[in-house]
C-alpha cells in the first residue's frame, strides 16, 4: 500500500512580489525620502503535466521619472495582466525552458487615465 503522503497533488501556487527602487541623492540617507518605482506583483503556477506549467500574474507598477530639462517629476502607474506557458527539456546537464508570454498593459499617468 503506498503511502498518501507521497501521492502528487495537482495544486495552485500563490507567489506575491512587493518591491521597492529609490533615487540615490547624498542630501539623504532615509530610502524612503526619494522613491522611484513601487511594484507588487500576484502570480499564480500550476503544473499542468510533467514538465508544462501555465501561470497567470496580475502587476501594478507606480514610477516616478524626473525630467531633467524641466526639473519635474512625472508619475507614472501601469498595470500589467499576463499568462506564461513553458516547458522545460534536458540536454545532458542542461536544463531548458522555452517560455510564451502574452501580456496586457494599461498606464495612467498621475490620476487620470493615458
Known amino acids: 500500500m503506498k503511502n498518501p503522503c507521497f501521492r502528487r497533488r495537482k495544486r495552485i501556487i500563490a507567489i ?13 540617507l ?16 500550476k503544473q499542468v503535466k510533467n514538465k508544462i506549467k501555465f501561470s497567470l500574474a496580475l502587476s501594478f507598477i507606480n514610477q516616478k521619472e524626473e525630467t531633467p530639462l524641466e526639473n519635474k517629476i512625472a508619475n507614472q502607474k501601469e498595470l500589467r495582466f499576463y499568462s506564461r506557458l513553458s516547458q ?11 517560455t510564451f508570454r502574452q501580456e496586457f498593459r494599461k498606464f495612467f499617468v498621475g490620476d487620470g487615465l493615458e
Open 16 to 28: 506575491d512580489y512587493v518591491g521597492m527602487g529609490r533615487i540615490s541623492g547624498s542630501e539623504s
Open 88 to 98: 522545460s527539456f534536458n540536454a545532458g546537464k542542461l536544463k531548458i525552458t522555452p
Open 30 to 45: 532615509n530610502p524612503m525620502s526619494k522613491p522611484l518605482i513601487f511594484v507588487i506583483n500576484q502570480e499564480f503556477y
